[in-house]
């Protein structure tokens, strides 16, 4: 493949069996999530059952990708050598309108205008060939 | 439910720690946390005056083997015997498994041994995962360690509530206001609030002095039944009551606060060991981050839920205050001991040996730990 790999330098989770539905959605531009065909409910980050109902049977389905900033925090002290050059970076949790909640990053708006309550949606950022990363961008 | 009740049943009867100051200043990559517990060890039995082979209950915390730590302090032949990882929270956990193994009769006499050579061997709290866990899906982002959890959980209280941002300063301005009483302590100098407004962000609300201090030590604990308590060399220190109650989420963040899984174990706290939290005349509360002790606060009735932010000012929480609040400098003054060491100048406050932190008239202590497991227990002389 073409891709320059060490470009992206970043942590990401390998792509696995369980997972691979999730990041082939990230290519197209759409927020997966795992959803129950028992009981309809849905989780993130990939797991192999249903919470809810312990069901092995769910389908990946396309959600919203919106919802809001739930928290955010600023990261002032260096943890990875590859957001070394970020610094300060921000980092969000999102509740999806779905109801999910989701570990990302606030991009396209100061962090002194970020507010707890904050209407986002997602966008994705090309990392690899396989896997583009889900931030969040105000609605 | 059919309960056992627990009350007054158990005492605390030995406890021991190393120096945490000393330690702090001598670092020494071979120290283990297997020799800082058989040191804590040594000096809970020795403070108790009990036999060393009465202990017929071992629960080890944060030592990798309770099998090597058993071999250490030459206990071969236990009636309960486990290992707890090295989360904070396993301090209040270890200590009511022992009154529960004492309750039902499985153990007389129970040893909670605790080592940390943290410091010594460069632990961090952040910044390590697993590719193949959720944790994985946090890393991506940047997103790691507990105190950037409680931190997202602060600036959410601050919105809802209305809180400033240095609110937080009475709690660590308090505690090195106590640690400058603790000569065991790693830091023993007050600090203003300007100072604590003018230290660096780690995690953005939370600044330098809202951080446990990673340290190596030891703490050990020994409990036994109330009756053998009084056979013993120091003042017995009851166990009213001690409860558990989760929030287990993929993010340590919960929505509440942990507030409605402490306010399941207030209930029933509060009513084993027939306590009021105005009963109570010092609370030490589990505080890798500040922000915790204000949760706490709230959790367990000290005051309305969304005030603690405004009812901790203005000394109330000090050694002279409605609650002193750990009382021998929490985990930002005294050493981050996972709680084991709160829970030690629990018991020394109640046998009136705190020295020039002294809470005059103790009779009723309070320990809490609110994270994922959260746990409390009611102390009293
Ligand atoms: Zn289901």
């Known amino acids: 493949m073409a891709t320059d790999v060490s470009a992206y330098t970043k942590p990401l989770p390998p792509i696995t069996k369980l997972n691979a539905p999730f990041w082939e959605g990230t290519k197209k531009g759409e927020l997966r999530l795992q959803t129950c065909n028992e009981c309809g409910h849905q989780w993130y980050p990939p797991s192999t059952h249903c919470p809810n109902c312990l069901s092995r049977d769910y389908a990946w389905k396309a959600v919203s990708g919106r919802g809001k900033v739930w928290s955010w925090v600023v990261f002032h002290q260096r943890y990875f050598k590859a957001f070394e050059d970020e610094l300060p970076y921000n980092v969000t949790l999102v509740e999806l309108d779905e109801g999910v909640m989701m570990m990302s990053t606030l991009r396209g708006i100061d962090d002194k205008d970020v507010h707890c309550d904050l209407q986002v949606k997602v966008e994705f950022e090309d990392a690899t060939d396989e896997q583009s990363v889900p931030y969040f961008v105000p609605a | ?381």
């Open chain 2, 1 to 381: 439910m059919a309960e056992i009740n627990i009350r007054d049943k158990t005492a605390i009867v030995g406890i021991g720690s190393t120096n945490f100051g000393a330690m702090y200043r001598d670092l020494d990559k071979e120290r283990t946390s297997y020799e800082l517990a058989a040191d804590a060890l040594k000096a809970a039995i020795d403070d108790s005056g009990i036999d060393k082979n009465d202990i017929d209950g071992l629960l080890c915390v944060r030592t990798p083997s309770y099998a090597r730590m058993a071999d250490v302090v030459g206990l071969h032949h236990l009636r309960l015997v486990n290992q707890l990882e090295g989360s904070g929270r396993m301090a209040g956990v270890a200590l009511q498994y022992a009154v529960m193994a004492i309750v039902t009769g499985q153990a007389e006499t129970v040893a909670i041994v605790y080592g940390n050579n943290g410091r010594s061997v460069g632990d961090r709290y952040g910044g390590v995962f697993s590719p193949d866990s959720p944790a994985a899906w946090d890393a991506m982002y940047g997103m790691t360690s507990p105190g950037a959890a409680v931190a997202h959980m602060w600036r959410r209280y601050m919105y809802l509530y209305g809180a400033s941002e240095d609110s937080l300063a009475a709690a660590a301005i308090n505690n090195r206001a106590n640690g400058a009483k603790n000569p065991n302590a790693v830091f023993q100098k007050p600090i203003t609030k300007e100072e604590y407004m003018q230290a660096r962000y780690i995690a953005e609300p939370l600044r330098l002095f809202d951080y446990c201090i990673i340290n190596d030590g030891g703490v050990a604990t020994i409990v036994t039944t109330a009756e053998k308590a009084k056979t013993l060399k120091q003042p017995p220190v009851y166990i009213g009551a001690s409860y558990s109650a989760t929030d287990l989420t993929n993010y340590y963040t919960t929505h509440d606060f942990f507030f409605g899984a402490m306010q399941d174990i207030a209930g029933r706290l509060y009513k084993t060991a027939d306590v009021t939290p105005s009963e109570i005349d010092f609370a030490q509360l589990y505080d890798n981050f500040t922000p915790t002790q204000f949760f706490a606060l709230e959790g367990y009735g000290f005051c309305e839920r969304g005030t603690a932010h405004k009812w901790a000012q203005d000394g109330r929480i000090a050694l002279d205050g409605d609650l002193p609040v750990n009382t021998s400098g929490g985990h930002t003054a005294e050493s981050y001991m996972q709680g084991h060491a709160l829970t030690i100048e629990a018991v020394r406050q109640l046998r009136g040996q705190a020295g020039e932190r002294q809470v005059k008239n103790a009779k009723v202590g309070f320990y809490t730990c609110p994270a994922p497991i959260c746990n409390a227990h009611i102390l009293h002389n």
